[in-house]
Structure formats: structure tokens, C-alpha cells
């Protein structure tokens, strides 16, 4: 039977065949996703916590400061999930990037760092609605509008920074 686990290897994630014991199964995909996704929140929480502090940019701060506050709504299901199913998150988990730069630099590359993970997260929590573990699909069900919104944002605060001027006019016309 094939059955996506998702290991926290860094950002990456892995499709593999599952055989044996369905239930056990299940049980290691669902833990892995949930500590995945959880670590996924906690390093974009550093990472905006890092834009607020550094960006000298008003549209990044307000982008980090309305990343912050989603993923602390998409990290609170999750950490219920990781302790009914007894799965232990790891507190400590930093971004998974460090971001040296000050000024437009660091807002040019905060941008397009929180596009691309955003994209990731999108296309992992699509996936995560197949699972078999219904609070998962729950979850994700719940979860993927507002990635899918932070996919959005972030694509627009690149193009903002890039070119200011065209987003404004986008921003018009729509």
C-alpha cells in the first residue's frame, strides 16, 4: 500500500512505500507529519520574529507580523494532535535558514525565502488531505486556505519589492 511519510530532514520530505501493519503505519505517517508541519511553523514563527527585528521594509513587517500571528493559529491544533497522539515536538526548532543581511537585501531574500516555503507547505498539506488519519485530513482541510493565502501574500511582497510600482497598479486593477 503506498503511503506518503514526510521525514524532517531539514525542509525535505520523502514519498516511500509503507508495507506491513496498516495501523502502525498510519500511526509513524501521521507523527512524522505532524512534527513536520509543527517544525514548518515554528521556523516560519523565528523567521518572522527575525523580519520584525532586521527588515527595514513596512510591507515586510506587516507580512512577518501577519505570518506570525497565522502560525500560531496553525501551530495550536497541531501541538493538540502531537499530544493526544503522545508525539513529543521539539521546542527548540530554529528557522532553517539564518538570514545575515540587513536592509533591502534581507528583505528581498525574507521574501522570496517565505514564497518558496510557502509553496512547499501548500503542496505537503494537499498531500496531507489524502491521509487515512482523519484528524490529519482535519487539519489540513483547515490549514490549507490560510497557506494557500501565505502562498498569495508572499508572491505579492516579492513583486512589491522588486517592483513597487507594479504592484501597486496590480493591486488597482484587481
Same mark, same amino acid.
Given at each position: 500500500m503506498k503511503k506518503v511519510k514526510f521525514f524532517l530532514v531539514g525542509v525535505f520530505w520523502l514519498a516511500a512505500s509503507v508495507v506491513g501493519n496498516d495501523a502502525a503505519a498510519e500511526e509513524f505517517v501521521?507523527? =512524522?507529519?505532524?512534527?513536520? *508541519?509543527?517544525?514548518?511553523?515554528m521556523s516560519e514563527m523565528a523567521a518572522a520574529k527575525l523580519a520584525l527585528e532586521t527588515s527595514t521594509s513596512p510591507e515586510v513587517k506587516a507580512y512577518a507580523q501577519n505570518r506570525l500571528d497565522a502560525q500560531v493559529t496553525l501551530l495550536a491544533p497541531l501541538e493538540t494532535l502531537a499530544q493526544q497522539e503522545g508525539i513529543i515536538l521539539d521546542r527548540q526548532q530554529q528557522s532553517t535558514y539564518v538570514f545575515i543581511r540587513k536592509g533591502e537585501t534581507f528583505d528581498t531574500a525574507y521574501a522570496n525565502k517565505r514564497a518558496a516555503e510557502s509553496k512547499r507547505m501548500v503542496k505537503i498539506v494537499r498531500k496531507a @488531505?489524502?491521509?487515512? =488519519?482523519?484528524?490529519? &485530513? &482535519?487539519? +489540513? !482541510? #483547515? +490549514?490549507?486556505? @490560510?497557506? @494557500?493565502?501565505?502562498?498569495? !501574500?508572499?508572491? #505579492?511582497?516579492?513583486? *512589491?519589492?522588486?517592483?513597487?510600482v507594479s504592484a501597486d497598479s496590480l493591486l488597482a486593477t484587481r
Open positions: 501521521t507523527a =512524522d507529519f505532524i512534527r513536520f *508541519a509543527a517544525a514548518k511553523s @488531505m489524502l491521509s487515512e =488519519d482523519f484528524e490529519v &485530513r &482535519r487539519y +489540513a !482541510q #483547515h +490549514a490549507l486556505p @490560510m497557506l @494557500m493565502q501565505h502562498w498569495y !501574500q508572499a508572491q #505579492h511582497l516579492v513583486l *512589491a519589492l522588486n517592483n513597487p
